[in-house]
């Protein structure tokens, strides 16, 4: 085959022999110059690092391929599919560095990930688009809509500068009690924590994605916490205690890489359905980000997602001085299905692109 037809060579984070871990350097590299093209210098792609870790765990299996042409890596794809729960989605990735695009790379990578996900018995497909420029037209719509994906959700990416923030006086309803924690949290509230990630994953808008109640227990989120720690994040947690039964009702989390500290995340926020109308979102919100500017004080911006739809989230960080930066098109398409989905194929436990 001549050296300028595309290879498409499988990498994984769990390899440790080096031309394995330069391999997947190389693969978690093309995501940075992508997501570096699309959204500019402060882009929010993994690091190799943080990939590395998303891949040992349990939860989800991850297959990835890079494309080389002339041993240059220029390309590349991941298939990442829940293990505890949603048994036919995946999330499809594919990224093409821009001199390389329009010869067909792109659609030889998509092929590959619609092989894997049907090995791995998928037949709901997942992917996401992100572009900076002020406007809802997506430059890779029609590349995605051309291949049978139909939007699903759009999603807001919003930022925070920390230093301008105009932080609201956000008080405690009676009954209720606030609690910050910094990296680790008591074990004694992580049967609680579990059921708060469960219903996250259904409660937070989804627009038309079909996605099922995912599977949380204290061995996941003990294992999903022990991995962020290895992923060199630092985590600040408020969590909303209701005082009557003990129990947490609430919580939201930033994590901050600490290797690039000045880039802060917002991950989840939610209040359980029965503790809304009491203004705890608020309240969360505020003293977490009182805390992180306490307790992380190298954190200049902190980054958030919001469905387009979540109005009363996104008037809420907007009183805060949170201002959209970029916009994300959620997509989805089903396979046809050929028999019955088949089982998980042998090999190494693996899962994730965001655990
Ligand atoms: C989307 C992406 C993967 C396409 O890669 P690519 O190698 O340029 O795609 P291909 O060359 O295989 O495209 C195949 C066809 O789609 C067309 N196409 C590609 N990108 C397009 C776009 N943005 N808008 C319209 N048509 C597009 C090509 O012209 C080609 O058409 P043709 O066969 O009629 O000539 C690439 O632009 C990329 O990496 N974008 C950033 C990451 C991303 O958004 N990925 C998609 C979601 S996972």
């Avoid at 210098?41 to 349990?58: F, I, K, N, T, Y």
């Avoid at 505890?84 to 390389?100: E, I, K, Q, S, Y």
């Avoid at 989840?268 to 029965?274: H, I, K, P, Q």
Wanted: charged fraction near 25%; aromatic fraction near 4%; charge should be negative.
């Amino acid at each position: 085959m001549s050296d300028l037809v595309p290879r498409l060579v499988p990498v994984s984070g769990l390899d440790t022999d080096p031309e394995g871990i330069a391999r997947f350097d190389a693969w978690a590299g093309v995501l940075v110059d992508v997501a570096r093209h699309e959204q500019g210098e402060d882009h929010d792609a993994w690091s190799a690092q943080e990939l590395r870790e998303m891949e040992a765990s349990p939860s989800k299996r991850r297959l990835q391929v890079l494309a080389v042409v002339g041993g240059e890596a220029v390309g590349a794809a991941g298939v990442i599919a829940p293990l505890r729960d949603n048994p036919t989605v995946c999330w499809v990735v594919v990224a093409v560095l821009p001199g390389h695009r329009r010869r067909g790379l792109g659609d030889r990578l998509l092929g590959w990930a619609h092989e894997r996900a049907r090995e791995l018995g998928r037949t709901t497909l997942h992917a996401e688009t992100e572009w900076t420029a002020d406007t809802d037209r997506d430059p890779q719509g029609p590349w995605v809509e051309r291949h049978g994906f139909v939007l699903a959700q759009r999603v807001l990416r919003s930022d925070l500068l920390v230093a301008s923030a105009e932080l609201p006086g956000a008080p405690v309803a009676p009954g209720y009690r606030l609690e910050t924690h910094v990296d680790a949290m008591p074990e004694t509230d992580l049967a609680d924590r579990a059921v708060l990630a469960r219903r996250m994953s259904t409660d937070a808008p989804l627009g038309d994605l079909e996605l099922e109640e995912e599977q949380w227990d204290e061995e996941r989120v003990r294992g999903e916490d022990e991995r962020t720690r290895a992923m060199g994040r630092r985590v600040v947690s408020t969590f909303a205690r209701d005082l009557a039964s003990g129990r947490l009702v609430g919580y939201t989390s930033i994590q901050v890489p600490q290797d690039a500290p000045h880039l802060a995340f917002q991950h989840d926020t939610l209040v359980l359905r029965e503790h809304r109308g009491h203004g705890l979102g608020l309240a969360l919100k505020v003293a977490n980000l009182r805390a992180l500017a306490d307790g992380v004080p190298d954190v200049r911006t902190v980054r958030t997602w919001n469905a387009a739809t979540n109005t009363h989230m996104l008037a809420v960080n907007t009183a805060m001085g949170f201002r959209v930066g970029a916009r994300v098109s959620q997509w989805q398409k089903h396979l046809p299905r050929a028999g019955a989905p088949r089982a998980e194929p042998p090999g190494r436990p693996g899962p994730t692109l965001g655990a």
